[in-house]
């Protein structure tokens, strides 16, 4: 993990340029020519990883960039590396070309001078991006990107569940225990480190703190304890009732599909509103399936990617993230047969034929409208996810 990493380097300021700049863009484009960009992202999900591979071929003929997946389980290894790198010297010639990051592996990614920019915002499809309606592209977890980063993907927390077993599902954190009481096993969340076993506990928080607003600071700057002690009775309570005893969790998001599928579980947490209709329309998941939110919210934030200080490719490893904001790639996201994930683009600041494919979409009907997906909660401080994720694993982790 990456919780050691502040203090494995003293700070180092972030180098401004090296070649190519992205201001010039017609010489990235000659720069990235026959390049070989590894992007360093998470292999978990085979959409995901048909949709990088789609992204490689295009990209492959249209600038001459070959695009190689290296899958990660952890997004944290990718720094790692990086940081390896960093301690040995290795200033440029990196084997990690772009990482699809965002939160405390950012920050500590940021802080350490390991990530090259500013870049994103001079990206020519970056003008197209919804800055305003959107503001976690531009701060992630409340870090301020800075142009680190370049926003790809939209990800609001849902949960689904299959109406053929469960009529009406608990639409509070509190009515998930007591439901779950009265219905042990039939629930569970990956677990931690995995992002979406971290969300669902921040996502519990958000339903069992008075004043939300203290999650926007660092945790040493606030009373801890205190805050999380009833966050940590009502895990002492699900726990026991949680599929297999809370003995044993699904390890990534996508497991809880073919759980639900096999009968095992009910209900199970999203980080795509998409997910379940995607599920569906490939056959994994009965078409009884539906998603919901919890009453007051839930936590929304953006996906990135970023380059590191020491890329080998960074022409191509930007050619990418440029096209990855485009109006192709991001419909193509969108669509649930594909992927499912939210835009990052204003759909007023696309050309009528760009805009058409969006609006000619049909998201599922596993899907949430925006109204009913309703207002995304800001995520915390990223010092959260790193305290609760310890916390948990002193309390509640089981061998992987």
């Given amino acids: 993990m990456i919780r050691w990493l502040a203090a494995a380097l003293p700070l180092i300021s972030t180098p401004l340029w090296a070649d190519p700049d992205p201001a010039d863009w017609e010489a990235v484009l000659d720069a990235a020519q026959g390049q070989t960009v590894y992007w360093n992202a998470w292999g978990g999900s085979t959409t ?3 949709f990088i591979a789609w992204a490689g071929a295009r990209i492959a003929e249209d600038h001459g960039v070959t695009l190689e997946h290296v899958k990660l389980s952890d997004t944290a290894d990718a720094v790692s590396r990086v940081l390896a790198e960093k301690t040995a010297g290795k200033g440029s010639g990196g084997a990690v070309d772009l990482i699809w990051i965002n939160g405390a592996n950012f920050a500590a990614m940021k802080e350490n001078g390991l990530l090259y920019g500013p870049w994103a915002e001079s990206l020519p499809n970056w003008g197209l991006v919804d800055v305003a309606g959107k503001p976690a592209v531009i701060n992630d977890f409340t870090v301020p990107t800075d142009g680190l980063e370049s926003p790809w993907a939209m990800a609001q927390v849902v949960f689904y569940y299959d109406t053929a077993r469960l009529p009406e599902p608990p639409k509070t954190m509190r009515a998930l225990g007591d439901w779950l009481a009265d219905h042990p096993g039939r629930f569970t969340y990956p677990q931690p480190p995995d992002f979406l076993g971290a969300t669902f506990m921040k996502q519990a928080l958000y339903g069992m703190i008075d004043d939300p607003a203290v999650l926007q600071q660092p945790v040493d700057q606030v009373d801890y304890a205190t805050l999380t002690a009833p966050l940590w009775a009502f895990m002492d309570e699900l726990t026991p009732n949680l599929w297999r005893s809370g003995r044993a969790y699904p390890q990534t998001g996508p497991r809880q599909i073919q759980m639900m599928a096999d009968g095992e ?6 980080f795509s509103p998409g997910e379940a209709s995607t599920a569906i329309a490939n056959g994994e998941l009965p078409d009884t399936v539906r998603s919901f ?13 970023a380059i590191p200080y020491n890329a080998n ?28 994930y939210g835009t990052v683009l204003a759909m007023d600041k696309l050309a009528d034929a760009d805009r058409a494919r969006f609006d000619t979409l049909e998201l599922g009907i596993a899907t949430l409208s925006p109204a009913d997906l309703g207002p995304a909660l800001p995520e915390p ?8 994720e310890k916390d ?9």
């Avoid at 990855?324 to 992927?339: F, G, I, K, M, T």
């Fill in 265 to 270: 579980i009910d209900l199970a947490i999203s």
């Fill in 293 to 305: 939110v919890m009453d007051g919210g839930t936590i929304g934030n953006a996906s990135f990617v």
């Fill in 48 to 50: 995901t990883n048909d």
């Fill in 392 to 400: 948990w694993t002193d309390r509640y982790g089981v061998a992987q």
């Fill in 313 to 340: 490719a960074k022409a191509g490893a930007m050619v990418l993230a440029n096209f990855l904001l485009s109006p192709e790639a991001q419909a193509r996201a969108q669509d649930p047969n594909v992927l499912g």
């Fill in 381 to 388: 401080h990223p010092s959260w996810m790193t305290r609760i």
